[in-house]
T-cell receptor, first 112, second 112 residues
Framework: DAGVTQSPTHLIKTRGQHVTLRCSPI?????VSWYQQVLGQGPQFIFQ???????GRGNFPDRFSARQFPNYSSELNVNALLLGDSALYLC???????????FGDGTRLSIL | TQLLEQSPQFLSIQEGENLTVYCNSS?????LQWYRQEPGEGPVLLVT???GGEVKKLKRLTFQFGDARKDSSLHITAAQPGDTGLYLC????????????WGLGTSLAVNP
């Protein structure tokens, strides 16, 4: 069975641009969470979606948005990119909120 | 304020040594999860502990959940270079079963 897949794996953008990151959960998982991780630190929670509804939001500005589709895949959108948005963006899927999470390998976003 | 405090933040040891990593909180958790993350990959779930005082073993790794369910430890016996990585704890606070709280991680380097 395929694990959590994220695309693209790497991305380079410039300040002010926007970006869309994509995530496909493990088959049967209905919850998707997005995290931002800077080098050497733990993941910082951005969003959680369950059954296509937002179930949790971390302390991130409104430039960050997300959605979940009927097939439970998800997109994370970031507008007006800043240098500080450079990070590894991780997607995790789980059977439901609070269940153990299975992570993809992330999208490495670099802002120039 | 970090709800889950991990210590030490960094650890560099020689192959064959033993080590313990701690995950502490002032809050009670209904469950705690331990993950390991290797460079370029997403975190991988190692174990979930749910009962106060519970001990789980995974080969050379021993996980313990505190009696009061406020802390957990990970003990590695005879560490090997393959154990190198970022060890993360994450938990669900009692009474709040939707949000996974993350520690900042312990970065472990095992030198041959």
């Amino acid at each position: 069975d395929a694990g959590v897949t994220q695309s693209p794996t790497h991305l380079i953008k410039t300040r002010g641009q926007h970006v869309t990151l994509r995530c496909s959960p493990i088959s049967g998982h209905k919850s998707v969470s997005w995290y931002q991780q800077v080098l050497g630190q733990g993941p910082q929670f951005i969003f959680q979606y369950y059954e296509k509804e937002e179930r949790g939001r971390g302390n991130f500005p409104d430039r960050f948005s997300a959605r979940q589709f009927p097939n439970y895949s998800s997109e994370l959108n970031v507008n007006a990119l800043l240098l500080g948005d450079s990070a590894l963006y991780l997607c995790a899927s789980s059977a439901g909120p609070g269940s153990p999470q299975h992570f993809g390998d992330g999208t490495r976003l670099s802002i120039l | 304020t970090q709800l889950l405090e991990q210590s030490p933040q960094f650890l560099s040891i020689q192959e064959g040594e033993n080590l313990t990593v701690y995950c502490n909180s002032s809050s009670v958790f209904s469950s705690l999860q331990w993950y390991r993350q290797e460079p370029g990959e997403g975190p991988v779930l190692l174990v979930t502990v749910v009962t106060g005082g519970e001990v789980k073993k995974l080969k050379r790794l021993t996980f313990q959940f505190g009696d009061a369910r406020k802390d957990s430890s990970l003990h590695i016996t005879a560490a090997q270079p393959g154990d190198t990585g970022l060890y993360l704890c994450a938990g669900i606070r009692a009474g709040n079963n939707r949000k996974l709280i993350w520690g900042l991680g312990t970065s472990l380097a095992v030198n041959p």
